[in-house]
């Protein structure tokens, strides 16, 4: 264990040996400053130096192998195959294989029963021998797992298209869907963005039971222990009486689909077209997110969309712009995050500055902050959120990625707005105005806040077979609520009408608070991330620190201190919730979601933030950020986890110089 008053980081070749926080450098350094000056400014030189031209920072946002695997079988789908690409992605995707030859859903993970079936599949396509090693070890686990009949939905969905199980492995989704009235059970508008976008070019697809072109006629029935059209067990992960009953008429209407009327069905498929067409979203992308990308692709080409149609030509390039590119090796990213990582960065920098009033960094926080308010989406744009919400709403919201302006993100919105409000500049008068006024008007019944719609809590759905995922839905989240706390608590001075509202989602803050004083993270990992949220929340909003709420919070957090000082989450504990708060080791991002939440609660001068402060200090490396090797946070809990390469970069500046302010606070 680090000793409490020393640590050890390297910095510029200067070696700072068991050196106290507020010592000195030696006279050769560049500048009198203290250890926790020097690691401030190293990061804050660093993360300055990854600035684009236009203002904004950008991280890559890495996913498991499923989606690099997708990529490989697009190509083949399509007909589309570049060689020298699927050998890079091919190279990623060996890279990433565990040494039981499973595919894990995140680093460190046990193997993914549906993850490995479409990385096994991908690297057949791009022509490992079936009898390699690695293939060998793949298909062998996959085969302890039950065989390739045990994969998910969306996996049997594709497998199905590539003609490697019957259709009837997979849900019945037909696109008549489309004209269902709104009281209906399922509808569109019940169900989370994310799953519209994906969900209705993929009706397409299903009911026109479209074939890959695959032109190396590549299989793998290898993988399933009972022959595919033999196979019964497809659906028995349906374990919920609701869950069967729903499957039973799902499967009785199946037996009827010969008998759709040809005419109801060339509808449907043409109101479906309708309703993405205006969505395809440019050079962005249909949602910005690559399963609702690739369906979009492949379902223009079903419905005879030439090749060379615009349309066509822009979704493809939108799905080449995800790729990252690392010399032998190639994945593609399930979307990109440089509204959040700005809006991010900036507030790391604006709490650097509360001590620092460098020149340098104060204009790189207004470049970024001017480049976030080119991207406010119009006061009057098009959005799926209207449909919840008050009619005559303006749009006041920014989207998670550079363009996406029918789904705006209450959480992007909330951050950037604090980091605007927080910079006292009356150039964003008008844009911080339009971001309270949405933002109040996206509060959902039961007064938190999902992440793009209002009351997206239709549960029972979570039952239907096309949901074995479990995320259909956007309901309200702790995480996603602190946020929109924090700027409704810095505008109910000069708004006092924003005062129930404030009110009533900190009210749903105190229920969704665990018995053991945490929060669940939706967005982040996990309870570390999600009591982060509140606590920031609260201290914005005035709670006090004495308040049962936020004691017992710092309790918790003292309590899943490691003895290193730092503090770790496995994102196993969304599959385990007794693990949370823990990890094998510690990470340089969760120790300072940590130490930011304990000092919002006033804990600066306590040991466990002192302990914590140096092993971020300790673990600077010497270009000054930090690495953390894990991923960092849930796209969908127990089924897609993202690494946002960004995290351990920023979040530790913010930290240190939150600590930092603490300390001058005290004196």
């Keep these: 264990m680090l000793n409490a008053n020393a640590a050890s980081i390297r910095m510029d070749n200067l070696d700072l040996q068991s050196v106290p926080l507020d010592a000195k450098l030696p006279a050769h350094a560049a500048a009198p400053e203290s250890r926790l000056d020097a690691a401030i400014g190293s990061a804050t ?32 789908f399509m007909d589309e195959i570049d060689l020298e690409l699927q050998a890079k992605i091919a190279n990623f995707v060996r890279s990433r294989q565990n040494a039981d030859g499973s595919w894990p859903l995140f680093t460190g993970a046990p193997g993914d029963i549906s993850c490995s079936v479409k990385a096994y599949y991908a690297l057949k396509m791009a022509g490992d021998n079936i009898d390699a090693p690695h293939m060998v070890k793949a298909r062998h686990w996959i085969h302890d797992q039950g065989g390739a009949a045990k994969s998910n939905v969306f996996t049997r969905i594709a497998l199905a298209m590539f003609e490697q199980v019957p259709w009837r492995a997979t849900p019945f989704i037909p696109v008549e869907i489309m004209h269902l ?68 008429v799902e499967r009785f209407f199946r037996l009827f689909e010969p008998l759709f009327a040809a005419t109801l069905r060339k509808s449907a498929i043409e109101k479906a077209f309708a309703w993405f067409e205006p969505r395809l979203n440019g050079e962005d992308g249909l949602g910005a997110i690559f399963p609702a990308m690739v369906n979009a692709y492949e379902a223009m080409d079903a419905i005879g969309i030439p090749e060379n149609d615009p349309r066509r030509v822009t979704a493809k390039k939108a799905i080449e712009k995800l790729l990252v590119f690392q010399g032998d090796k190639v994945y593609c990213q399930p979307c990109v995050s440089p509204i959040w990582d700005t809006g991010l960065t900036a507030l790391a920098l604006q709490e650097v500055l509360k001590a620092d009033d460098d020149a340098r960094t104060k204009e790189a926080v207004s470049h970024s902050l001017r480049w976030l ?27 998670f990625q550079y363009g996406n302006d029918y789904y705006p993100d209450v959480d992007d919105t909330a951050v950037v707005a604090v980091a605007m409000k927080q910079a006292q500049d009356p150039q964003f008068a008008d844009n911080l105005e339009r971001a309270g006024s949405w933002i109040a008007a996206m509060q959902s019944s039961n007064g938190g806040f999902g992440a793009f719609d209002v009351d997206n809590d239709h549960y029972y759905l979570n039952h239907i077979p096309f949901a074995d995922h479990g995320a259909l839905l956007d309901p309200p ?87 290193d000082g730092g503090w770790g989450e496995d994102n196993w504990s969304y599959h385990d919730a007794s693990t949370r708060g823990q990890f094998g080791y510690s990470t340089a991002f969760q120790t300072a979601f940590a130490l930011i939440a304990l000092l919002a609660a006033g804990e600066g001068d306590s040991p466990a933030v002192r302990r914590g402060v140096e092993f971020l200090l300790s673990k600077q490396e010497a270009d000054g950020v930090w690495n953390d090797p894990c991923f960092t946070a849930p796209g969908f809990p127990k089924v897609f986890y993202l690494k946002y390469h960004g995290y351990d970069k920023f979040f530790p500046l913010w930290a240190l110089a939150k600590y930092r302010n603490a300390l001058a606070a005290a004196r």
């Design 181 to 248: 009235p709104k009281w209906f059970p399922f509808h569109l508008d019940k169900v989370s963005y994310w799953s519209r976008t994906v969900m209705v070019p993929l009706f397409i697809l299903c009911s026109l039971k479209v074939k890959a072109r695959n032109p190396h006629e590549v299989h793998i029935r290898e993988l399933f222990i009972t022959k595919p059209e033999l196979e019964r067990g497809y659906f028995d992960h349906v374990k919920t009486p609701l869950g069967k009953a729903i499957l039973a």
């Design 477 to 563: 989240t702790a995480d996603v609520s602190g946020r929109c706390a924090m700027y409704l608590a810095m505008l109910v001075d000069q708004q006092p009408e924003l005062k129930p509202a404030l009110d009533r989602v900190l009210d749903y803050l105190g229920n969704e608070q665990e018995a053991d004083g945490a929060w669940f993270g939706r967005w982040g990992t996990n309870y570390i991330y999600g009591t982060w949220s509140v606590l920031l929340a609260f201290e914005y909003a005035g709670v006090p620190k004495d308040d049962p709420r936020v004691r017992k919070a710092v309790a918790w957090l003292h309590s899943v201190q490691r003895e």
């Design 45 to 76: 030189n660093h993360l300055l130096s990854l600035q684009h031209a236009d203002g904004h920072w950008v991280f890559e946002l890495e996913a498991d192998c499923t989606i690099p695997s997708e990529y490989i079988m697009m190509m083949h």
């Design 373 to 399: 308010a080119s991207k406010q989406i119009a006061a009057d744009a098009p959005g799926d959120w209207r449909i919840n919400c008050e009619e005559g709403q303006v749009c006041g919201g920014w989207a």
